[in-house]
């Protein structure tokens, strides 16, 4: 590399780290992830001391209350609901209430409506229901336990022959790649998090790479640079500089993330989803590093190239439109993947350049994968980046001295056929 890639590539990085909405944005994320961290270890702290913290101990609220309304004459009784749900406030309400009730729950000053009509029907009661609560299932095969061990009781059989036929089996998944640390249950909560943490990262400075190179383009003194110093030199420079940029705010968060974790360590161990995520194996963190470079560099350039397509800033996001879409879509397809990421279908696209840098990544953490095939990815998304990073340069030569309409693909072609 020259002495010209260089100068941009340190410009470009310094004029990140002197960026006051960078290095905001960086502390704001640092003491945020902190603080959440130290959550569980304050709480604790407040509890041995005997401060009261808001919303602690404030008891049961009347809007939370759910009340049940028992018409079947059976004097049900409502301790085994109280036992099965002990988190729910439960209250006896009489029929002739149900108005009322109703009235109550239109106002959001209670929560819910139980009716038992019969041992086999009963009426949930809300003001708007939720596809999402789980809660109206859960009291109906509760409900069904307890009438069914009713009915057994009016044959005549004992309560212990009663419990008998009511113990619900249990079943107990294992998992035979338990011993690798590959489960499920280990690998989702990390895995997941670090893709986000990918499709964020690229998705933002592939933005700014794009941003920064049509904002030039105002510039008149763009033209005399474009003309002196070699366009391969001046995008490399810029997209590596973005890139270690970029790099530098995802190791601030990791060595957050580690150092506040080991602080807090005695309390967030008991949490298995926080402790999952923190007990990843260490290759995962470098292969976190690695293909946030592969996949960064793979639409950094294709951001810079179209981005000098735009004559002004405001036309940024007609511009890179293809390459959001593109990129999208390996992040849903690689999320996709996470539940049946020994798929065929998915193997195949970890060596496909644009889509391999998460997919790979999601098949390393979730799957054994064999060497040979983890470098055969590298490798094809290498060549793939130094080919689109060749490409682009030529386009970001001739884009950024081109003003007006952005071209159409076809006549894109014809111009770099005829450049030199």
């Avoid at 035979?176 to 964020?200: D, N, P, R």
Wanted: hydrophobic residues 50%.
């Amino acid at each position: 590399m020259s002495s010209q890639f260089w100068k941009v590539m340190r410009f470009e990085f310094m004029t990140y780290m002197r960026n006051k909405v960078y290095v905001g944005m960086t502390l704001a994320f640092v003491i945020i992830l902190a603080v959440t961290l130290s959550i569980p270890g304050i709480i604790e702290f407040a509890k041995s001391t005997g401060i009261t913290l808001p919303g602690q101990n404030e008891g049961p609220k009347p809007e939370d209350a759910i009340h049940v309304v028992d018409r079947t004459g059976l004097a049900v009784d409502l301790a085994f609901l109280k036992q099965a749900l002990p988190n729910e406030q439960w209250l006896a309400a009489d029929a002739d209430r149900l108005t009322e009730l109703k009235a109550s729950i239109a106002d959001q000053k209670a929560r819910a409506v139980l009716v038992i009509e019969t041992p086999d029907t009963y009426t949930w009661i809300v003001h708007r229901a939720s596809m999402t609560d789980s809660l109206p299932i859960q009291v109906q095969a509760i409900l069904g336990q307890y009438f069914t061990s009713v009915k057994l009781d009016r044959y005549g059989l004992d309560q212990a022959a009663i419990g008998d036929i009511m113990k619900q089996p249990v079943l107990t998944t294992q998992e035979t790649v338990e011993s690798s640390g590959k489960t499920m249950e280990q690998t989702y909560a990390y895995t997941y998090l670090l893709l986000f943490l990918l499709y964020m990262t690229v998705m933002m400075y592939g933005q700014l790479v794009a941003t920064s190179i049509a904002s030039e383009k105002s510039n008149r003194a763009m033209e005399m640079l474009i003309t002196s110093a070699r366009p391969l030199n001046l995008m490399f420079g810029k997209v590596i500089g973005s890139g270690l940029a970029g790099l530098a705010q995802i190791a601030a968060l990791l060595v957050t993330a580690g150092v506040f974790y080991q602080i807090n360590a005695a309390h967030l161990t008991a949490i298995p989803f926080v402790r999952n995520i923190f007990e990843m194996p260490i290759a995962i963190i470098a292969y976190t590093l690695i293909f946030y470079l592969t996949g960064y560099f793979a639409y950094a350039f294709l951001y810079g190239a179209l981005g000098s397509l735009a004559s002004r800033t405001e036309d940024i996001n007609t511009s890179i439109m293809p390459i959001m879409l593109l990129f999208m879509a390996a992040f849903f397809v690689s999320f996709t993947g996470m539940f049946t990421p020994e798929a065929g279908w998915f193997t195949i696209c970890s060596f496909v350049p644009f889509l391999a840098a998460m997919v790979m990544f999601v098949r390393i953490c979730m799957t054994d994968v064999p060497g040979w095939q983890i470098l055969i990815s590298i490798v094809i998304q290498l060549a793939a980046i130094w080919a689109t990073g060749w490409i682009s340069a030529k386009i970001y030569r001739l884009g950024v001295l081109m003003y007006g309409k952005p071209p159409k693909l076809k006549e894109l072609t014809r111009m770099l056929r005829n450049a030199r």
